[in-house]
């Protein structure tokens, strides 16, 4: 199973950025998918949470400017950004409880200049 993240890159302050994750592999089932993030020099932290049944949850910094989504379909998350700001800069990852393991995607960077 891999996860594999599009998206990122350089964005001004105000603008929007949509990150997509993509589960792959050999897969029974996908619950909890998760995004992450880890600015510049300081600890990853949670950003927001859709369980399998579609619930969702965010970080108070990102409520209301981040939506989480998911299409069980194609077994891929989404993070769609708005009102991006400079402390958003950070890299992004995905995490998704595939097969009843937790799995990573690589990290995408989101660079958000002011």
């Known amino acids: 199973v891999q996860l594999q993240a599009l998206g990122g890159g350089f964005v001004q302050t105000g603008g929007s950025q949509r990150l997509s994750c993509a589960a792959c592999?050999?897969?029974?089932?996908?619950?909890?998918m998760n995004w992450y993030r880890q600015p510049p020099g300081k600890q990853r932290e949670w950003v927001a949470t859709?369980?399998?049944?579609?619930?969702?949850n965010s970080a108070a910094s990102v409520k209301g400017r981040f939506t989480i989504s998911r299409d069980n379909a194609q077994n891929t998350v989404y993070l769609q950004m708005n009102s991006l700001k400079p402390e958003d800069t950070a890299v992004y990852y995905c995490?998704?409880?595939?097969?009843?393991?937790?799995?990573w995607g690589e990290g995408t960077l989101v660079t958000v200049s002011s």
């Open positions: 995490n998704a409880l595939v097969n009843r393991g937790y799995y």
């Open positions: 592999g050999r897969i029974f089932s996908v619950n909890d």
């Open positions: 859709i369980t399998g049944g579609g619930r969702t």
